[in-house]
């Protein structure tokens, strides 16, 4: 469960969220909800007596912790992922609709217009 909150929230929330401090915090808001209703239920079917159960009733499941540590650092990767992207779409939309309100165009090779290219030599 909580890969699947980290693949399906961690990229968008970084791509449509301007801030980046507001993209981790609602990735660790969705995933730490997600990872406690995971364990819960793993612990509910280990206390219920299940036939498989996810940890042995006698030992401490440190590798559990170790999977979820990762799954929770490769979502805070993939909401800075997003972030770059994000942010290079924002730029090249306002560079565009800069170039639009103006009447000029912009130069595909130095990203100036063309009307700033010719006065700044």
Same mark, same amino acid.
Request: charge should be positive; proline fraction near 3%; charged fraction near 15%.
């Given at each position: 469960?909580?890969?699947?909150? @980290?693949? &399906?929230?961690?990229?968008?929330?970084? #791509?449509? &969220?301007?801030? !980046? &401090?507001?993209? /981790? @915090?609602? #990735?660790?808001?969705?995933? &730490?909800?997600?990872?406690?209703?995971? *364990?819960?239920? +793993?612990?509910?079917?280990?206390?219920?007596?299940? $036939? /498989?159960?996810?940890?042995?009733?006698?030992?401490?499941?440190?590798? #559990?912790?170790?999977?979820?540590? @990762?799954?929770?650092?490769?979502?805070?990767? +993939?909401?800075?992922? *997003? !972030?770059?992207?994000?942010?290079?779409?924002?730029?090249?939309?306002? +560079?565009?609709?800069?170039?639009?309100?103006?009447?000029?165009?912009?130069?595909?090779?130095?990203? $100036?217009?063309?009307?700033?290219? /010719?006065?700044?030599?």
């Amino acid at each position: 469960m909580i890969a699947i909150v @980290t693949i &399906l929230c961690a990229f968008p929330l970084g #791509y449509f &969220l301007r801030s !980046h &401090l507001a993209a /981790n @915090t609602a #990735y660790a808001i969705a995933y &730490l909800w997600a990872f406690v209703f995971q *364990g819960i239920y +793993l612990m509910l079917d280990m206390l219920d007596g299940g $036939k /498989n159960p996810a940890f042995e009733p006698d030992s401490f499941p440190a590798s #559990y912790g170790l999977v979820a540590a @990762t799954i929770f650092a490769v979502g805070f990767g +993939l909401v800075a992922l *997003g !972030h770059r992207v994000g942010r290079g779409r924002r730029e090249r939309r306002q +560079l565009s609709s800069r170039s639009s309100r103006t009447g000029t165009r912009v130069s595909a090779a130095s990203g $100036k217009t063309a009307a700033s290219a /010719n006065v700044a030599g």
